[in-house]
């Protein structure tokens, strides 16, 4: 048997391919969803609990019953523009739900964590690429709330040796995630979906009128945002890496997952029309309220810590990845 591992959000996007990756490597992951966002047809690697991170009793009761050992924390509401206009239900979920998360471990005894946790708690960094010694200072509710959570945890973890336990966290901070899984059993399936890479694909195969553009003024070599884009299942990798750190005796820390280059929104629908032959028609609009105009990530730290180095974050490959998954035959999977 291997180690057992529960994965809130585990029917997610990046929770699912977290799954995948565990099981590659010998752990076995339990997803706890509850399925507000997420699709039970993702769940594939080992079994699926129905429940709400918030709900510290059916947390408690999950690991005990799967004997787990570790926690992975991928569920959140996690849309930049959409923290702007609901604050309330970003904080509802985002920060209550890791209090009902962390109460639920520690009455079951579970004390290793990896964090999801975002770029989006640099808010508009002084300098790039960003290193995580960067103060945090967010833009948006969202980056708020993931900031929130990792001084949770690092007042969770430093509590511990108050009751005896050996308690310690990863957070990772997830710059742009795109792609899919190479092998086509996952994919992005977001409703509504709001993401660059998705849209521009959506655009180019007529399934979207247009991709909007928002903002073409900033202060960046062409006007338009620049992101540090990382490949899903590098990401989902960097997880595995993670917990082995923690399983093997590792400190607590939080690095940043990123490849350490950026792309323009426009870089990003020049590599969507090189991909698929077809080129998005897109609409210039205004700035969307909370984006910062440049992040991307150092990523030594991860590499220092982990060995972790990125694979298939390469623009291109990655934009190749997920087309299939929104290519028109995909309707039906993807609305299930
Ligand atoms: N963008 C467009 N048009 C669109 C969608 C996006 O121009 O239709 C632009 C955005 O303004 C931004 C860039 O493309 O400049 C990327 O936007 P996404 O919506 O794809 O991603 P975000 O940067 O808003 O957010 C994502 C995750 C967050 C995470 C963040 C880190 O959703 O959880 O990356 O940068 F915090």
């Known amino acids: 048997m291997g180690v057992t591992v529960l994965l809130t959000g585990g029917a997610g996007y990046i929770g699912s391919h977290a799954c995948k990756a565990l099981a590659a490597a010998g752990f076995e992951p339990v997803a706890f969803d509850n399925l507000s966002r997420g699709h039970a047809d993702a769940v594939r690697w080992g079994p699926l ?38 604050p309330w239900s970003y904080y509802g979920n985002n920060v209550c739900g890791i209090i009902g998360l962390l ?20 808010g508009v960094p002084p300098r790039l690429p960003i290193t995580e010694d960067t103060l945090p200072e967010p833009v948006n509710p969202y980056g708020r709330t993931k900031l929130m959570g990792e001084q949770m945890l690092l007042d969770y973890a430093s509590a511990g040796a108050t009751y005896n336990a050996d308690c310690r966290y990863v957070a990772l901070r997830y710059f742009n995630v795109a792609g899919a899984d190479p092998d086509g059993e996952l994919g992005e399936r977001h409703d509504p979906e709001t993401h660059l890479v998705p849209l521009a694909l959506l655009a180019a195969n007529g399934r979207h009128p247009a991709l909007e553009i928002f903002g073409t003024d ?49 870089e990003v629908v020049d590599a969507v029309a090189r991909v ?37 974050s390469e623009l291109d490959r990655m934009v190749a990845d997920a087309a299939p998954w929104f290519a028109a035959d995909q309707t039906d999977a993807r609305s299930a």
């Open 49 to 86: 609990v129905k429940g709400s991170v918030g709900d510290a009793e059916a947390v408690a009761d999950a690991l005990t019953r799967y004997d787990i050992l570790a926690v992975m924390h991928f569920a959140a509401k996690a849309y930049v523009g959409e923290s702007v206009t609901s």
């Open 103 to 122: 109460e639920g471990c520690k009455r079951a005894g579970v004390f290793t964590f990896v964090f999801s946790s975002s770029c989006a708690v640099y």
């Open 218 to 266: 900033y202060d960046t070599p062409d006007g338009t945002c620049v992101r540090d884009y990382i490949h899903v299942s590098d990401l989902a990798r960097a997880h595995v890496l993670a917990l082995q750190h923690l399983l093997d005796g590792g400190p607590s820390t939080t690095l940043n997952l990123g490849s350490g280059r950026g792309y323009s929104v426009r």
């Open 276 to 312: 698929t032959g077809r080129t998005p028609p897109v609409v210039d609009r205004p700035r969307r309220a909370g984006d910062p105009p440049m992040l991307v990530a150092d990523p030594a730290k991860a590499r220092e810590v982990l060995g972790f180095v990125t694979e298939r």
